[in-house]
């Protein structure tokens, strides 16, 4: 069966600090794979996605960045964060035949920038 | 474009309540819909999905029915328990390139003993 990891599970991180969040899939090949950021009472915005390695897709302008060296990796980078990107990240893959499959999401990374 | 519409609530229900939670999209085509909960300090688990108008989905005693006529997909429980309390987020998905899901903004459900 396929799963997926995400980690760190919490993390605090200075104003101006570097991040990276990483993201594994284990169980399929060539997953679609997608970051998405919640906000505190907000909803789910999708930050990037991707549908193959070395294939980077952004859905906002911002201070972040997202890669894909392998085919089940995906990482979540900045050079520096900003209190506004305080918030819970998530890592989440679909199969990439199969029209009416859903996302399967980890567990989330909750991200505080002090 | 796409979209979804949900109460953001807090719902505040007292245990074996009957639970109704709207939700209503916009979408181009034949879209999927789905629900998912979300737990608090966890990821997004997929609740239920329906493929096509007229679809029941169904699971751990939540339905939800695909209207196409009504453009709604509202979420009902017969009987809510403590560990329902959640946020649930209605969610469409129009196949493009890859898998586009629009999210609805969620409600937060609270169950009350």
């Known amino acids: 069966s396929q799963t997926i990891h995400q980690w760190p599970a919490t993390l605090v991180q200075p104003v101006g600090s570097p991040l990276s969040l990483e993201c594994t899939v284990e169980g399929t090949s060539n997953p679609n794979l997608y970051w998405y950021r919640q906000a505190a009472g907000r909803g789910l915005q999708l930050l990037f996605y991707?549908?193959?390695?070395?294939?980077i897709s952004s859905e906002v302008p911002q201070n972040l960045s997202a890669s894909r060296p392998q085919d089940r990796q995906f990482i979540l980078s900045s050079k520096k964060l900003l209190l506004s990107d305080s918030g819970f990240y998530l890592c989440?893959?679909?199969?990439?035949?199969?029209?009416?499959?859903?996302?399967?999401f980890g567990n989330g990374t909750r991200l505080t920038v002090t | 474009g796409d979209s979804v519409t949900q109460m953001e609530g807090p719902v505040t229900l007292s245990e074996e309540a009957f639970l109704t939670i709207n939700c209503t999209y916009t979408?181009?085509?034949?879209?999927?819909l789905f629900w998912y909960v979300q737990y608090p300090g966890e990821g997004l688990q997929l609740l239920l999905k329906a493929t096509k108008a007229d679809d029941k989905g169904s699971n751990k005693g939540f339905e939800a029915t695909y209207r196409k006529e009504t453009t709604s997909f509202h979420l009902e429980k017969g009987s809510v328990q403590v560990s329902d309390s959640a946020v649930y987020f209605c969610?469409?998905?129009?196949?493009?390139?890859?898998?586009?899901?629009?999210f609805g903004i969620g409600t937060k459900l609270q169950v009350i003993p």
């Open positions: 979408a181009t085509g034949y879209p999927s």
């Open positions: 989440a893959w679909s199969p990439t035949r199969g029209s009416n499959s859903p996302l399967h």
């Open positions: 991707s549908v193959g390695i070395g294939q």
């Open positions: 969610a469409l998905l129009n196949s493009g390139g890859y898998q586009k899901v629009t």
